[in-house]
């Protein structure tokens, strides 16, 4: 809506590709009671998870399908789609694979519908890029497991640099990139490393692929990049205002922020509304404050520098919000923001959008169904934390998205949802059957005594703001 895309309306059909164990697809299912939601993976248990939760939350609209991208390509039988998302998918598959991909989204998305696709991005990656190759093809000398591959790609790719060799000299930001490395999880490492389909592409390689699907870019979905105020500098804007081919102007912004993953919304079809229907649009969507205005920064660090969030516009729109989930045009008929120019507020408000301290909303209306259905999901969620899984993210019925929560703060949740007395205790407990380590500040906790008063601490916090913000979406 910012770059003034028109997006699908009313009741909508949802396709996710490559859904992994279902978590996405349930939840928007489950807080989307408008939306009939198809998620896909060629995994067999990934897709006897996501229906053992679909099941266990009573979520009737959604449905999962075991197939390849190939079987998917040549269905003949699937509905038209107002949305197909692939999260995770497209830099790690092969290019046969890529093919079928675009040859789904040609077939299947409706005339107006929207694709959403995250990929490895160049110029960010162009170090990275020889990391990888390096940790997988140096890693699988004399096989072993996925950790033996790691630390052998790991080792070689530091002795390397010990020997000074050039490409480390030439590109420091690779050695930095490497130390980072050893601290991250096997499974991240596994996935994005040791593929044997790995790929980063250039916005203009995607550009030509999807163009196959006759889908044309529409904009970032990273709100983060809208924000051209905070991102170039005004001889850097002068510059890509100059550009008239939108492929070479995002490949010059991709240059100018050394991009190394990018989240694109590409078009079907679809036309830019009037502006006095943007403007109508703006002001019936709605917003909710994820966190209290005390705690919200007033300055901010950006690629050009140090911002100061201007007091007389930004403290009236955050008091508003925070007494709960507003919509523009309520926003405006507040006292203190109607003393504001609309432009100011929306401003504003998307500047707050992109600093992830506002969130867009669905409308009030429906949200007691809504709510009920992710109540529902949410217990579903809280049972496999419980039986031990990991699982960040819980349906929010303001929202109508997951809502993100770190590892400690979803085991709080799974105590305070099922009435722990001895909240501490039971999170103690989770992490020692699931072996993991407690952490502060980088290191390990070490005996019960620490472990219980670091805990308390961290319950203190939960308690006090986290389980505020989970209430301020609806999740509990």
């Not at 005390?294 to 140090?306: C, F």
């Not at 930004?314 to 507040?334: K, S």
């Amino acid at each position: 809506m910012s770059q003034g895309v028109g997006a699908p309306q009313g009741p909508l059909s949802y396709l996710e590709i490559g859904c992994g164990n279902g978590l996405t697809a349930n939840i928007v299912a489950a807080a989307n009671p408008d939306v009939d939601v198809t998620g896909v993976d060629f995994n067999p248990a990934h897709v006897r998870q996501a229906r053992a939760l679909a099941e266990a939350a009573g979520t009737r609209n959604v449905r999962f399908l075991e197939r390849s991208f190939q079987d998917l390509a040549g269905d003949d039988t699937l509905p038209g789609f107002d949305v197909i998302a692939l999260h995770g998918v497209y830099s790690w598959v092969s290019a046969a694979n890529r093919g079928h991909i675009c040859e789904i989204i040609r077939k299947n998305l409706k005339p107006g519908g929207i694709v959403y696709i995250s990929y490895n991005a160049y110029p960010g990656w162009s170090a990275g890029a020889t990391l990888q190759r390096l940790l997988r093809d140096g890693g699988a000398l004399g096989g072993g497991s996925v950790v033996q591959q790691l630390q052998r790609g790991l080792g070689l790719a530091g002795r390397l640099r010990e020997l000074n060799a050039s490409f480390f000299t030439a590109n420091p930001e690779a050695g930095r990139v490497l130390d980072v490395l050893g601290n991250l999880s096997a499974n991240y490492l596994a996935h994005e490393y040791l593929n044997r389909d790995w790929n980063a592409f250039y916005f203009s390689d995607i550009a030509r692929e999807l163009g196959e699907a006759k889908v044309v870019f529409g904009a970032s979905a990273n709100l983060a990049q809208h924000a051209d105020l905070l991102n170039f500098t005004d001889d850097q804007r002068k510059l890509l205002a100059s550009i008239p081919d939108v492929t070479v102007r995002e490949l010059v912004r991709d240059t100018l922020l050394n991009t190394s993953f990018r989240r694109d919304i590409f078009v079907r079809g679809a036309g830019v509304p009037a502006r006095s229907v943007q403007r109508e649009l703006w002001n019936a969507q709605r917003f909710v404050l994820l966190q209290d205005p005390a705690d919200v920064p007033r300055k901010i660090t950006a690629q050009v520098g140090e911002v100061t969030l201007n007091a007389d516009v930004y403290e009236p729109v955050l008091a508003t919000l925070a007494r709960g989930p507003q919509t523009l045009g309520e926003l405006m008929r507040d006292e203190a923001v109607s003393r504001l120019a609309w432009e100011q507020a929306a401003e504003a408000l998307l500047f707050l959008v992109i600093l992830g301290v506002v969130q867009i909303a669905l409308p009030a209306d429906g949200e007691a169904e809504r709510a009920v259905r992710t109540k529902a999901i949410n217990a579903a969620i809280v049972a496999r934390i419980r039986a031990g899984e990991n699982i960040h993210a819980f349906a929010s019925p303001v929202t109508g998205s997951g809502i993100s929560v770190d590892g400690l703060s979803q085991l709080f949740l799974a105590a305070h949802w099922t009435g722990e007395a001895d909240k501490v205790g039971y999170v103690l407990a989770q992490l020692k059957e699931k072996g993991q380590v407690l952490r502060k500040d980088g290191s390990a906790v070490e005996g019960d005594e620490a472990a219980r008063a670091h805990l308390q601490e961290a319950l203190g916090a939960f308690e006090d703001k986290t389980i505020r913000l989970l209430q301020r979406v609806g999740v509990v």
